[in-house]
């Protein structure tokens, strides 16, 4: 048994998630006390990583050594390829040369360009992150279980960015972010999910299969109405749950960390 893991034992792990968006700040802390129980809790503050905020990230950092912070963005410079050879990866999104890269399950691979990670680390230097997250990376966390079976397509809404991804028995088939405004209406959204599917299905290793179901985990207050417009267009369930980006953040990395969500 490591040294550190012998101490651990008598600490609880504080696992705090970070998520900006324009000035205000999230950010979502759960704590694994020495009991085994979880506590959870989240806090937005309007002045950025200034002032409350700030003061606030250091009190729950300070519960205990044992303390992770990670990062949720949103950049489109980050997401997920279907595979974990580098040199193939290359040849699906030319900018994974140099970036920051993590292999899930064999299969994808998550990918963060070396140009945000600098700017984010600049951002939040203050803070010094322990990890950075796609949204694809929390899609994976979220729904991990259903991802080993149907063929399905997994969204992550957020209000700057729809995150879609399609998987089968964990075989990641593609990933696509894409940016919207506020207020972007739903039929827009529904329109980008079926031509991106009708492009997939038209691929020479997915024709003949059709999406079985769709997953929603929704941080923007539009999954309800998404949920009931793709049910009636792709003739499938949709099932949505409404999160905090942040609490999430900080869930899957406690989850990374060899703990459950």
């Not at 969204?155 to 696509?176: D, G, I, N, Q, Y």
């Amino acid at each position: 048994m490591a040294l550190s893991d012998l101490f651990g034992r008598f600490y609880a792990k504080v696992f705090i998630g970070l998520y900006t968006r324009d000035t205000i700040m999230h950010i979502g802390v759960v704590t694994l006390g020495r009991d085994g129980q979880v506590q959870m809790e989240q806090r937005h503050f309007t002045d950025g990583l200034e002032g409350e905020a700030f003061e606030y990230l250091q009190e729950c950092a300070d519960r205990s050594p044992f303390n992770y912070i990670a990062l949720l963005t949103t950049s489109a410079q980050c997401g997920a390829v279907p595979t974990c050879s580098v040199s193939k990866a290359k040849e699906l999104k030319p900018e994974i040369d140099g970036s920051k890269t993590v292999c899930i399950d064999d299969e994808w691979m998550n990918f963060c360009t070396e140009e945000a990670v600098v700017t984010l680390q600049e951002q939040f230097a203050a803070v010094q992150p322990d990890a950075l997250y796609s949204p694809f990376a929390l899609l994976h966390a979220f729904f991990e279980t259903p991802m080993a079976g149907n063929h399905a397509v997994y969204l992550m809404m957020t209000p700057e960015a729809m995150s879609m991804a399609v998987v089968k028995e964990r075989h990641l088939r593609f990933a696509e972010q894409f940016a919207h405004v506020e207020g972007a209406l739903v039929p827009s959204m529904v329109e980008r999910i079926v031509q991106t599917l009708e492009t997939y299905y038209g691929k020479p290793c997915c024709r003949g299969e059709f999406i079985e179901s769709v997953h929603i985990i929704d941080s923007a207050g539009v999954g309800e109405m998404l949920a009931t417009m793709l049910e009636e267009v792709l003739l499938v369930e949709a099932e949505v749950q409404e999160v905090d980006a942040a609490l999430l953040c900080a869930q899957t990395c406690m989850k990374e960390n060899g703990y459950g969500l």
